[in-house]
């Protein structure tokens, strides 16, 4: 089955980087989406950023234009995100998300923290 494996988080000051991985496993769609998702206490799951596989067209939320990054690794299944000038509203945790389109399916990752403060 479909393993989505996310790795990277932690914790880093205001105006640091970081960078998040996501090892994926156990499927063979020739067209998928997969993307970045956050989620804050007390909000809602948000998109972060997502890439069309294949293709490589990738989307930003406004909040994080210009400092995040998605990228991918082919050979590897893998998806990174790489986040600069990281602020305190990043503060979440990330999910790794792969969705298959026919039919569409969405499988998620377990998630790792980041961490914005001084």
């Known amino acids: 089955q479909v393993q989505l494996v996310e790795s990277g988080g932690g914790l880093v000051q205001p105006g640091g980087s970081l960078s998040l991985s996501c090892a994926a496993s156990g499927f063979a769609f020739s067209n998928y989406v997969m993307s970045w998702y956050r989620q804050a206490p007390g909000k809602e799951r948000e998109m972060v950023a997502d890439?069309?596989?294949?293709?490589?067209?990738?989307n930003y939320a406004d909040s994080v234009k210009g400092r995040f990054t998605i990228s991918r690794d082919n050979g590897m299944n893998t998806l990174y995100l790489q986040m600069n000038s990281l602020k305190p509203t990043d503060t979440a945790v990330y999910y790794c998300?792969?969705?298959?389109?026919?039919?569409?399916?969405?499988?998620w990752g377990q998630g790792t923290q980041v961490t914005v403060s001084s």
């Open positions: 890439m069309f596989i294949p293709g490589g067209v990738t």
């Open positions: 998300k792969l969705r298959s389109m026919r039919p569409v399916v969405d499988y």
